[in-house]
């Protein structure tokens, strides 16, 4: 039994939809129900074709206990280097602390590596604080202040 990654296909949709509600911030933001707004599989299909943004599951026995999102980013700076984002991490609640969200982790890092990044970032909400450990034991270090600006829908 080994904990498998790969692309996220559309018919994950609903699996990884339930992963990010599966938070105390997640439940205020997302919508699981079904159907499923037409919003995610838009985003979905947005994120499936651009060859810079990979969404990846985590599977042990052919169910998904974990999500990420994973986009490369091209910049000037550092003499016209890659640095990798990674965003809306999930781990199935019910299987958190069982090295699964490490084990995403390490793969991400390391396809960030293939793809010739010089550095992989994220951006955690300061209520995390369980997070901010994790992502600290793992070697990310909090040396930028992020800031985000929300914009409202129309």
């Known amino acids: 039994m080994s904990l498998q990654f790969r692309k996220a296909t559309r018919d994950d949709l609903a699996a990884i939809v339930r992963l990010l509600a599966d938070d105390v911030l997640g439940a205020k933001r997302e919508r699981y129900e079904t159907p499923l707004p037409e919003t995610y599989l838009r985003a979905f299909e947005s994120i499936d074709a651009d060859p810079n943004n990979e969404l990846v599951v985590a599977c042990l026995e052919g169910e998904i206990l974990g999500v990420l999102q994973l986009t490369f980013i091209p910049y000037l700076a550092y003499q016209g280097g890659w640095r990798a984002l990674i965003e809306a991490v999930r781990v199935d609640s019910t299987r958190r602390s069982q090295g699964l969200g490490k084990a ?46 929300h914009l409202n829908k129309s």
């Open 104 to 149: 995403l982790f390490e793969w991400a890092i390391d396809r960030a590596r293939e793809r010739g990044c010089y550095m992989v970032q994220l951006t955690t909400d300061k209520t995390r604080a369980d997070a901010k450990r994790f992502y600290e034991s793992l070697g990310f270090v909090a040396s930028h202040e992020g800031m985000k600006l």
